[in-house]
């Protein structure tokens, strides 16, 4: 809902300024907050823009603290403020970007998961040959294993539990020294 509001607001053009305060100016709230200025009655030089004021760093301690709330806008601070506003122009802390900089979309892309075993693939027989796990393996074992590898008949299986399946058939008898937690 409040993405929505934000929506409205940017498309048709009712941000003027947002003004970024310290952190811990209100009572028992440590979240940065934002003056939103808004208008229908831009000017033209305006229209399209939004003018972003830093004013993070212009706070001035309070004597004493309440709850959270630790800091201050002292005069001089909020005079720099709405003078940066009125002039409008870019300095080291103000900014002027284009209202379409803050849109943005939320968007599901659904892709395949990208899973796929290449039983006959040399780069990833020489990675499984590699694997620690792999040493710890019988050699009768490991023999029977690429061995099965390369009677695969499909070069890629994107199911696992086809692949599993298909590994255990060609392994016949020595799938049984297969422990699932060493190999799958």
């Given at each position: ?78 005079s720099e403020i709405v ?23 939320r968007l599901t892309i ?12 040399a780069e990833r027989l ?59």
């Amino acid at each position: 809902m409040a993405s929505e509001i934000r929506r409205y607001i940017l498309e048709h053009d009712l941000l003027d300024a947002l003004v970024a305060l310290p952190t811990d100016m209100f009572y028992n709230t440590g979240i940065a907050t934002y003056i939103w200025v808004l208008s229908n009655h831009k000017p033209a030089e305006r229209k399209g823009k939004v003018l972003l004021i830093n004013a993070s760093d212009m706070h001035s301690p309070m004597r004493k603290s309440l709850g959270s709330k630790r800091k201050q806008l002292s005069d001089e601070a909020l005079s720099e403020i709405v003078s940066l506003y009125s002039r409008y122009e870019e300095s080291p802390i103000a900014k002027i970007f284009p209202t379409t900089a803050f849109g943005y979309r939320r968007l599901t892309i659904e892709r395949p998961l990208k899973l796929a075993f290449y039983p006959q693939d040399a780069e990833r027989l020489a990675s499984l040959t590699a694997d620690k796990g792999w040493a710890k393996l019988d050699g009768t074992l490991q023999s029977s294993i690429l061995t099965a590898l390369g009677q695969f008949a499909e070069a890629k299986l994107l199911s696992r539990d086809k692949f599993k399946k298909q590994l255990t058939k060609l392994l016949g008898r020595s799938s049984c020294l297969l422990r699932p937690s060493s190999c799958w």
